[in-house]
């Protein structure tokens, strides 16, 4: 296992500021077969591959409510309206237009609209087929109908859902909130791997932050070093809850140590700023009218 290069001079001369926080997969993998494995040790045989195995997939659970598995992509939509799911993606945190002073709009799921699967028809509507499989249209009616809508982001477009949410600015009792907003709106069809944008959104910068799985590419595949001993304590219960002939209470006792281990990666990452709390809070004995 390589040693940290500690020195300032590499650090400030680098590329990669801040990886100092963090330690790669590999070496993760590396220490728990020298630590962890061999006998006379908690593990007494397993192969690197297994090692490998279950040390992804000890990431994978950690990214999605331990690590500071959150990231981001930036684009500018396209007249298609439409983005591809990152590679490494599980559930989007928030989706944003960003304005001309830098600051985020939240743009809001649309749940009255769709991506279908399409099936070409003939004139009496029987499905036709290439003589195995149907015959799929290209792109479905529905989403061609949605990003046809003509809209804008101008205070005074009242009629972007003409018919179904005229006046969407609040000015009709009983609105519903997620349209009282001109900012677009978003739907994604994770079986094509799309997210699509309503058609004012067209042009616009648009930012995805979404949940990693931990996984996107080998130099993403870190630990921050606060989570390393909770990589350790699941990988060590993954296995040995695999391997036959080890007793139940050596079982018991690593899921123990898995469970404790977490539980203390969390409180490590938290990242809670008492002044940053309290500067909150501070808002709160405002009076609120009604």
Known sequence: MALIDESQNSYYTGSEFGDYQFTSLSNIINAFEVIYVGEGKLIGKCSRTEIAFHAQRALQELSFDTLRSVKAQEITVPNTLKMIIPQDYVNYVKIAMVGEDGLERVLYPEIKSSNP??????????????????TLKSESESWANYKSISASNDDDATSYDKELYDLFLGQRYGINPERTQANGHF?????????????????????VKYISDGLGTEDEMRVHKFAEEAMYRNMAYAIANMQAGIPEYVVRRFRKEKIAATRKAKLRLSNIKLEEISQVLRGKSKHIKH
């Open 187 to 207: 739907y994604i069809d994770e079986n094509k791997g799309y997210i699509h944008f309503s058609s004012q959104l067209a042009g616009q910068t648009v930012i």
């Open 117 to 134: 699967t399409a099936i070409s028809q003939d004139a009496n509507g029987d499905y036709q087929d290439d003589g195995t499989d149907l």
